[in-house]
């Protein structure tokens, strides 16, 4: 029997313990990267990484093989604080947009009302919150969800002086979360 390589798994839902049983996006991700094999690659951003492992387990096998190229995308997106802070404020707002669309109306979510607005979640719950506002996985979505993973990729390359309001239309602030700098 041959071992499993980047080249040859298959996408499939949940964590594995090894490629022989399948990969997650993530857990692809950690092999392009030679990382250990896991489904935290430390080469991820931490908001990206939550959300294509949420939206990867949400989405069927057809979908799923198209996150293949997202998964070699992403390695390198670790990114400064600053950067994970954005683009957490992007998924948030993204999230928001996506509820509004599938729910029509107001936003009574906890996130927004803890904190007065504020911002006061890891960039994993960012993703986390941004991948469960879909409420059915259509071919609309999907496109929506290839293009801001790129999006947030591209938000690691871009300047130091950064208009949260872009990301985060709402006007509400961002503020740092203890956890973040673990």
């Known amino acids: 029997m041959h071992e499993a390589r980047y080249q040859t798994v298959r996408l499939s839902r949940g964590r594995h313990t090894s490629p022989a049983q399948g990969v997650c996006v993530m857990e692809l991700a950690s092999m392009l990267a030679w990382e250990k094999f896991t489904d935290h690659p430390s080469s991820v951003s931490r908001s990206i990484a939550s959300f294509l492992r949420t939206y990867n387990d949400m989405i069927d ?35 928001d947009d996506i509820r509004r669309r599938s729910i029509g109306g107001k936003l009574l979510d906890p996130f927004r009302r803890r904190g007065h607005g504020r911002l006061t979640i890891t960039p994993e719950e960012a993703g986390r919150y941004a991948a469960n506002s879909i409420r059915k996985a259509s071919d609309d979505v999907h496109g929506r969800v290839l293009a801001l993973v790129d999006e947030l990729i591209a938000m690691g390359s871009r300047p130091a002086a950064w208009n949260l309001s872009e990301a985060w239309p709402l006007g509400a602030t961002v503020t740092r979360k203890a956890s973040l700098a673990a």
């Open 61 to 95: 096998d057809t979908r799923r093989q198209d996150l293949y190229t997202l998964a070699a995308k992403c390695v390198g997106t670790a990114g400064s604080e600053a950067v994970e802070i954005f683009r957490a404020s992007r998924l948030m707002a993204w999230g």
